[in-house]
């Protein structure tokens, strides 16, 4: 068990816990969640010892293996390959395998004795049992299954990125099967496979995990317990996220009850102590009510997360293409990676994700939509009135650091008007910037901000197209779930790729899956795509695929059919679109040549004829504009 016992820790001016208690039972899964800068890693720094309580005591058992994943690699690692490195994880292992090196050498020159060879099979035991002689090939599962190609695995670490380098301390951590695991955000820098390849690795972890994690996926699947660490207040819930969200407004309105019903007894008491205070009759009964008045315990209320707000403006209206890509092609070279022959229409009012493992061109395909990667081949189409926003993974080293952010926002609306500084104000309060904060240098704000500002910078000018590359990266959970749900509810379309899976299977109905050097498209949300395309197909690597039982037969049978219903009915809404469209374009034909008769006095034509037709065409474009309207909100609707 691991136990905090009242436990203080400050940084001045910032108390992190106040008077901590709760308890870790062997085997729990357990989700660590709160505000950012709430305390979360310092938690795990006391579990770890790496830090000491001010006040109280954390205990945990002793003689038992403890990994911690930490946000840098140590120094040491550098000059370790790949796989070194991962099966570094146990030193026991390999002080066992120089022992065993040593008595083998002494063996070599000279008949060994009996005690050696003693000492050398309880050495190969030990090593045995501690995993020694199999430590490299499941240093390669772990590895592949976070998405290293096999001919890497003898790369020198210090040859990866700093996002591939956390990968691998992930790795090492999942090798060394401890007794306790702590992981400090793991899924940053995973993308989607290699995110549900360690939820099913996590799954099946017999020991105690504590998570740290904005992933609200691997929050909801993965564990059984949260701790909430919030206003210098830990707080134990019995059950995983979604748990914890219910639960946690349940448990506040119950304080904010409790509290109201006990300020309005401590005004009561305080009246009576006033009014006869220097009554000597009542002596006796206000020495009573002040003692009660002190010894009524305070009620202290969690704080709220009450995350800025994020408000996307209303996407101005846009033909029913938005962009198309005929056997586009672009890349960065001949020799290096390039995507070939690309065919893609979006339609308005889409909600796109891509997915795929990293490095197989989700960002340069969103690089090619935006027309910032020009094209080597093919042809990239605009749709009509098409106003693009994109926001790139490098957005903050696009944004000047010494403007202040209402400079910003008015650079990015354009020419200055008389009203613009109170629009630009305006923009800012939809991403939850208020008051002084606008005067604030970019160069001060945290990433979260950062990203908030990337969002108020597009829409200065609001677009109806975004084009959005990891925008989660740097946001908390309640920030993340406010863009998720703006995003579900915005009227114009978006493509995005981001590795947060619960984002993705709440605010896209439509995926592109990469698979070099080209894609394929599947015309459903997340769970349509995991069901079609085998992307749990990962699980190979750790156990085999289950065969589906009848039920579930019968449910993904009955799933078919509605889909293929679904899918006849859009095309026959798709269908009348375009004959409408085709009418319409016809009517409008002939009213200008109907106009153009009536312009050229020509004393031949019928006027009254001539006129009646003219009608009979307006009345019918009304008709059919009407009716196109339906079948577009319709269509919206279906996809």
Not at 243 to 268: D, I
Not at 384 to 398: E, I, L, P, T
Not at 559 to 581: C, F, G, L, V
Request: hydrophobic content about 35%; charged content about 25%; some cysteine.
């Amino acid at each position: 068990m691991i136990d905090f016992i009242n436990v203080c820790k400050s940084y001045p001016p910032q108390d992190i816990l106040v008077n901590a208690s709760f308890r870790i039972n062997p085997g729990e899964k357990v989700g660590v969640v709160g505000p950012n800068g709430a305390g979360k890693t310092t938690v795990f720094g006391l579990i770890s010892g790496d830090l000491l309580p001010d006040k109280g005591t954390v205990s945990k058992p002793t003689n038992v293996r403890l990994a911690y994943l930490k946000q840098q690699l140590p120094e040491n690692a550098k000059n370790l390959s790949l796989l070194e490195y991962a099966c570094s994880t146990m030193p026991e292992l390999e002080n066992i395998q120089e022992k065993i090196h040593v008595i083998e050498k002494g063996m070599a020159s000279s008949p060994a004795s009996q005690s050696a060879l003693v000492q050398l099979g309880k050495l190969q035991c030990d090593f045995e049992a501690l995993g020694g002689y199999t430590i490299r090939t499941r240093a390669k599962i772990i590895l592949g299954g976070l998405g290293f190609p096999a001919d890497r695995l003898d790369d020198d670490i210090s040859s990866f990125s700093g996002g591939w380098q956390m990968r691998a301390g992930l790795a090492q951590v999942l090798l060394a099967e401890p007794n306790i695991m702590l992981l400090d955000e793991p899924s940053n820098y995973l993308d989607m496979p290699a995110i549900e390849w360690l939820q099913r690795f996590l799954s099946d972890f017999k020991g105690t995990i504590m998570l740290v994690s904005h992933d609200r996926y691997l929050l909801k699947k993965l564990t059984s317990t949260t701790i909430e660490i919030a206003g210098g207040m830990a707080t134990r819930f019995s059950g995983n996220y979604d748990f914890y969200e219910t639960e946690r407004k349940n448990r506040f309105r119950s304080l904010e009850a409790a509290k109201n019903n006990q300020e309005k007894k401590k005004e009561q008491i305080e009246r009576f102590v006033e009014r006869f205070r220097a009554k000597n009759t009542k002596a006796s009964q206000v020495r009573s009510r002040l003692k009660a008045l002190d010894k009524m315990p305070e009620i202290r209320l969690p704080s709220q997360q009450n995350n800025a707000p994020i408000r996307l403006p209303e996407a101005p209206h846009s033909g029913a293409e938005i962009i198309r890509l005929e056997n586009a092609t672009a890349g960065y070279g001949s020799d290096a990676f390039m995507l070939e022959n690309i065919c893609l229409q979006v339609s308005r009012g889409q909600k796109i994700a891509i997915s795929g493992y990293n490095g197989t061109g989700k960002t340069t395909l969103l690089r090619m939509m935006a027309g910032v990667l020009p094209l080597t081949g093919g042809k990239r189409v605009l749709g009509h009135k098409v106003v693009m926003g994109y926001q790139a993974q490098d957005f903050s080293d696009n944004m000047p650091p010494d403007q202040t952010l209402e400079d910003i926002i008015q650079n990015a609306a354009g020419p200055t008007n008389p009203g613009q500084r109170r629009d630009a104000r305006s923009i800012l309060g939809s991403f939850g910037f208020t008051g002084e904060e606008n005067s604030k240098l970019c160069r001060n704000l945290s990433g979260g901000e950062k990203i908030r500002l990337a969002f108020a910078r597009i829409f200065a000018s609001p677009p109806n197209f975004l084009i959005l590359d990891e925008p989660t990266t740097h946001l908390d959970i309640e920030t993340r779930e406010a863009l998720q749900n703006e995003l579900a509810n915005y009227k114009g379309t978006v493509c995005m790729v981001s590795h947060d899976i619960e984002f993705v299977r709440n605010s896209a109905d439509f995926i592109i899956a990469m698979e070099p050097p080209g894609i394929k498209l599947y015309y459903g949300d997340y769970d349509y795509f995991l069901e079609k395309s085998g992307f749990d197909s990962t699980a190979r690597m750790t156990k085999k695929a289950r065969p589906a039982t009848s039920g579930q037969k019968e449910l993904r049978k009955r799933r078919a059919q509605m889909r293929q219903a679904a899918s006849k009915a859009k095309y026959q809404t798709e269908k009348d679109i375009s004959q409408i469209e085709k009418k319409i374009t016809t009517l409008e034909d002939e009213k200008s040549t109907i106009t153009e008769t009536i312009a050229s006095d020509n004393q031949k034509v019928n006027f009254q004829s001539v006129n009646r037709r003219l009608a009979e065409i307006e009345r019918e474009i009304a008709r059919l504009s009407e009716s196109w309207d339906k079948k577009t909100t319709l269509l919206q609707e279906m996809r």
